[in-house]
């Protein structure tokens, strides 16, 4: 069966049980963990400009759909990805990640989250409920977003790519973020924007709620049978990059 980008499919081929965002749906949780980039805060639009000024110089143009569909990613890793085949032509990944960051830090002051997230995390406050970024990116990234904008109110930890082995779409960002707050994947709700991260999380058997436009849209429920068997994209969450 061909998967379009961003279909999500179990080994099995069957979806995972999927329902309409309410705040109801969130009653009975004992965390929430967030995404950052495009779940909490509108800053996808900056990492793609990053990413294309970077590679522009080589004359290699990046296609925004490309980077939305990996998200979450480490920007060593998606230039590892950028770099394949292309060795002869351009620096070492890792160098091709340092300009990249610098490009995105000079406008990360730009950031701001999205409106829609406020209800949620004033909700989840106001219940006593605990909050944790898991994130991708650069811990001086996440933290520099956080402490630049109300984030830094409902936010108690960060787990970023200084702090995991295996990358989204592993679902170690998450359970790593869950044990930070105390609370059990089942009991636990992840908010994730891109495909790979919604892997990650239904793979580590959270509540998943998927993020459309910086607006939560589905929430998809942890599955009896446990984790380890969400695809995403042909790529399942147990395969490390």
């Not at 650069?138 to 990358?167: F, H, M």
Request: contains cysteine; aromatic residues 4%; negative net charge.
């Amino acid at each position: 069966m061909k998967r379009e980008s961003g279909d999500i499919r179990t080994a099995g081929e069957k979806l995972p049980e999927e329902k309409p965002f309410s705040m109801e749906l969130l009653n009975g949780i004992r965390g929430a963990v967030f995404d950052l980039d495009g779940t909490l805060v509108d800053s996808m639009p900056l990492h793609i400009a990053a990413w294309q000024e970077t590679m522009a110089p080589y004359g290699i143009k990046v296609s925004p759909a490309w980077l939305m569909n990996h998200g979450g990613i480490p920007s060593r890793i998606v230039a590892e990805m950028l770099s394949s085949g292309k060795e002869d032509l351009l620096p070492d990944p890792l160098t091709l990640a340092s300009v990249k960051t610098r490009n995105y830090r000079r406008s990360i002051h730009e950031i701001r989250v999205f409106p829609a997230m406020m209800a949620v995390l004033r909700h989840l406050k106001e219940r006593g409920i605990p909050m944790a970024v898991g994130t991708g990116t650069q811990r001086q990234n996440a933290e520099t977003i956080i402490a630049e904008t109300i984030l830094k109110d409902y936010i108690g930890e960060i787990v970023s790519e200084a702090d995991i082995v295996k990358p989204k779409p592993d679902p170690e960002t998450f359970l790593l973020a869950a044990e930070r707050i105390g609370a059990i994947p089942e009991k636990c709700a992840v908010f994730e924007d891109s495909p790979i991260g919604i892997a990650a999380a239904v793979s580590g058997n959270f509540i998943t709620v998927r993020m459309i436009s910086g607006k939560p849209a589905t929430v998809i429920n942890p599955s009896p049978a446990g984790s380890g068997q969400l695809a995403c994209g042909g790529l399942r969450a147990s395969d490390a990059f």
